[in-house]
């Protein structure tokens, strides 16, 4: 696993072992920033379900702001920052180590341009999550979210009304969905 593009491009990233991890692959993360490349300079970005903080770094290092990587296991946030050191990309970066929903919820007022999260397949936590987000009012007016999920995963069903569905790809069991917050004059969800 390995930065593949940016400043840190290049760099090989520590992963965890073991099968509670599933490592986004090089041609998925590839096709997921390609999606979102022209939104990612200065913005503010939340890492979900960050993992070894793959997808958190490929942000930093292709020029966003800021990065909160989420991630409730200790060891996961102990690689996490190896992984920033490593890339040099310790600066506007910082670690939440707690569930997604207890963060979310921690972080209300916050605001931010580009949500990524890669949830455990089939674990009905995306639609909770999409949910969280809206209620807690995290994502800028036009912000994105972006979620590596398993490809018949039925929490992509509905996505409400406070987001707009841009597009999904498909790769093998993977699909990756680009969704927009509605501008606004939208109705939160409650």
Known sequence: ??????????????????????PTT????????????HEIIESRCLDLY?????????????GAKSVVFIEKSVKSEKII??????????????????????ALMMLKGERYDIIVMDPPYNAGEIKKVLELIASEDLLESEGLVVIEHEINDPDL?????YYEWIKTKKYGKTGITLLRRQHENSSLPG
Do not use: Y
């Not at 290049?10 to 073991?18: D, F, N, P, V």
């Not at 090089?26 to 490349?37: G, P, Q, T, Y």
């Not at 490593?86 to 997604?100: A, C, D, F, P, Y």
């Not at 069903?157 to 009304?161: A, K």
């Open 1 to 22: 696993m390995r930065v593949i593009s940016g400043t840190a491009r290049g760099t090989k990233l520590q992963s965890i072992e073991g099968l509670a991890t599933r």
């Open 26 to 37: 090089d041609r998925v993360k590839e096709a997921l920033f390609s999606m979102i490349n």
């Open 50 to 62: 960050a993992g070894s903080g793959a997808l958190g770094i490929e942000l930093l290092s292709r």
């Open 81 to 102: 920052g190896e992984n920033l050191k490593k890339t040099k990309l310790e600066n506007g970066s910082r670690r939440l180590i707690k569930e997604v929903d207890k």
């Open 157 to 161: 069903n509905n996505v409400g009304v």
